[in-house]
């Protein structure tokens, strides 16, 4: 009887003492809910410009879903590399996301030095919004389509004149291959933004600027500026009446541009899906659309991760290939 009782207390002593271990190594296993705290997102542009537009819109969704604060941080200068250092700097923890365009990884680094890899230090969760480029001429300009445009630009021996919003990226390629296709001598001049390039173009210093819908489209509206053909795959909404480039027989200039949510490729495969998921319905609603719209964008699409560094790796290539042919050397 003796010996029973020891071996019974030895074995609650033995229960007690692996209960007691275990409990700490369950505890430690348990993820920690996310979010576990605020959000940030941070913004490749300057507050109240379209990507920070987009990133508040963002942030409304991702409040409501999530029941924690987001907040959004503009981050402007160096064509959204110093947005890019950011969240490589802090979104190792899965709590700051980036909102840019995609030519963050298919233009900035061919025209700029940058100190990150593009196709291996950024990955996009999701496509916000689309738009595209129009070519666009001081309200004095004799052409007003692209084949008076054409016929006018053969006769200047020194060349036409045009403007980008800045050096080495789309709106200066997409000028310099217009130029090409058309057989005319296009002479780029780069602004820091499309501001003061737009400023220039209405005061007559400049004749010609291929521009983003968005930041073109009140001046189009305004008469300031009048639109000759639309660098998209399609007609847009905003421009029924304007044609594209694809439809003038130079499919060449059809290029989409778009904004979208990113994340370092590292953090939790399930945070990556939710913030996707979260983008992707709040961006369905009507009322979002109708917004896009009025800011000169289409809706995005619901490509996955893959598909759109696929067509970002195309992008890249294309523009490589102009910017060779212009011996352009990144600034």
Do not use: C
């Amino acid at each position: 009887m003796k010996q029973t009782l020891q071996w019974r207390a030895v074995a609650l002593a033995t229960s007690l003492s692996l209960s007691a271990a275990a409990m700490p190594l369950t505890a430690h296993a348990q993820p920690t809910a996310w979010p576990a705290k605020t959000i940030r997102l941070v913004v490749g542009g300057p507050a109240g410009g379209n990507a920070d537009s987009l990133a508040r819109l963002l942030a409304d969704g991702m409040q409501k879903q999530l029941g924690k604060p987001v907040i959004v941080e503009s981050k402007p200068g160096a064509a959204g590399v110093l947005a890019v250092n950011d969240l490589l700097a802090n979104g190792k923890d899965a709590h700051t996301f980036l909102l840019i365009q995609g030519g963050i990884v298919s233009e900035t680094p061919l025209a700029y030095k940058v100190s990150y890899q593009p196709f291996k230090d950024l990955k996009p969760l999701a496509q916000l919004s689309r738009n595209g480029l129009v070519l666009i001429a001081n309200k004095d300009f004799p052409a007003s389509n692209l084949q008076q445009l054409a016929d006018y630009g053969k006769k200047q021996a020194d060349g036409l004149d045009f403007a980008s919003y800045a050096t080495g990226m789309r709106g200066h390629t997409s000028g310099m291959l217009l130029g090409q296709l058309l057989n005319i001598k296009m002479k780029h001049l780069g602004y820091k933004g499309s501001p003061p390039a737009l400023s220039d173009l209405m005061g007559g210093h400049v004749p010609l600027m291929m521009d983003g819908l968005t930041t073109a489209l009140p001046l189009i509206k305004a008469g300031k500026v009048k639109p000759l053909a639309v660098n998209y795959p399609t007609r847009m909404v905003q421009l029924p009446d304007v044609p594209t480039f694809k439809e003038l027989g130079y499919p060449q200039l059809a290029e989409v541009s778009w904004f979208g949510v990113w994340s370092r490729p590292d953090i939790p495969a399930d945070v990556q899906a939710r913030v996707r998921e979260i983008a992707l319905q709040y961006f369905r609603q009507p009322q979002v659309e109708s917004r896009l719209r009025e800011m000169g964008m289409e809706p995005g699409t619901d490509a996955s991760s893959q598909a759109l560094m696929d067509e970002l790796q195309k992008a890249f290539q294309r523009q490589q290939a102009l910017l060779r042919s212009i011996d352009y050397q990144p600034q």
